[in-house]
């Protein structure tokens, strides 16, 4: 499967984004797919996911009640919707797969290239 993150771009602090992983293949409803970044000198961190099925969606603490993850099959997309951003979600993001996974931070064997998120304060 291949993955192509788009939808970032600068935004101010409160500010809200949302970003989309479109993926291709006939199979895309058979993968978690788990959003990532990476922020100016830091190592990449997991964000959050949504499992195969959809039926679970875990997200890191600091995003919490802010970010939510949701999946339509029918487009091979996966959303990211941030809101209430703050200048320290600014990275970054990059989307990921893994086939049957449930949305959790490994496991993931293919990935997107990244789309840039700033948050200005």
């Known amino acids: 499967v291949q993955l192509q993150a788009s939808g970032g771009g600068l935004v101010q602090a409160g500010g809200s984004l949302r970003l989309s992983c479109a993926a291709s293949?006939?199979?895309?409803?058979?993968?978690?797919i788990g959003w990532f970044r990476q922020a100016p000198g830091k190592e990449r961190e997991f964000v959050g996911g949504?499992?195969?099925?959809?039926?679970?969606?875990p997200y890191v603490d600091s995003v919490k009640g802010r970010f939510t993850i949701s999946r339509d099959n029918a487009k091979n997309t996966v959303y990211l919707q941030m809101s209430s951003l703050k200048p320290e979600d600014t990275a970054v993001y990059y989307c990921?797969?893994?086939?049957?996974?449930?949305?959790?931070?490994?496991?993931?064997?293919?990935w997107g290239q990244g789309t840039l998120v700033t948050v200005s304060s």
């Open positions: 949504i499992s195969w099925s959809g039926g679970s969606t």
């Open positions: 293949g006939r199979t895309f409803s058979r993968y978690a």
């Open positions: 990921a797969a893994a086939l049957y996974g449930l949305g959790y931070g490994g496991g993931y064997d293919y």
